[in-house]
């Protein structure tokens, strides 16, 4: 399955994926804060912490970076995450689940 469009909807705070089939997936703003995959992010789950994300966080951008993904900036101010579009798709499974 390959993401062929991504859509911001701040209103509902949830990032829309369409897929190569047609089909639409959501993943909330605080998921995608609380999956970051960064080093600061990382290194607090490697010690056994969770990513403290309040429910009222918002995606404020995407930029793309390259074939590769996107970078997000969220509205804490926390953009050093990159979300490959792999990662996507697995939070967007979470998500459904
Ligand atoms: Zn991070």
Not at 60 to 85: A, C, K, M, N
């Amino acid at each position: 399955m390959t993401i062929t469009s991504l859509r911001n909807d701040k209103s509902r705070r949830v990032l829309e994926l369409g897929h190569d089939d047609g089909a639409t997936a959501e993943i909330s703003h605080q998921a995608l804060r609380s999956g970051c995959r960064c080093s600061g992010c990382t290194a607090v789950r490697r010690a056994g912490g969770a990513v403290d994300v309040d429910a009222a966080i918002a995606l404020e951008q995407i930029t793309p970076v390259g074939v590769y993904g996107v970078q997000l900036t969220f509205s804490d101010g926390h953009d050093r995450g990159i979300y490959p579009w792999q990662l996507l798709l697995e939070l967007s499974e979470i998500q459904a689940a």
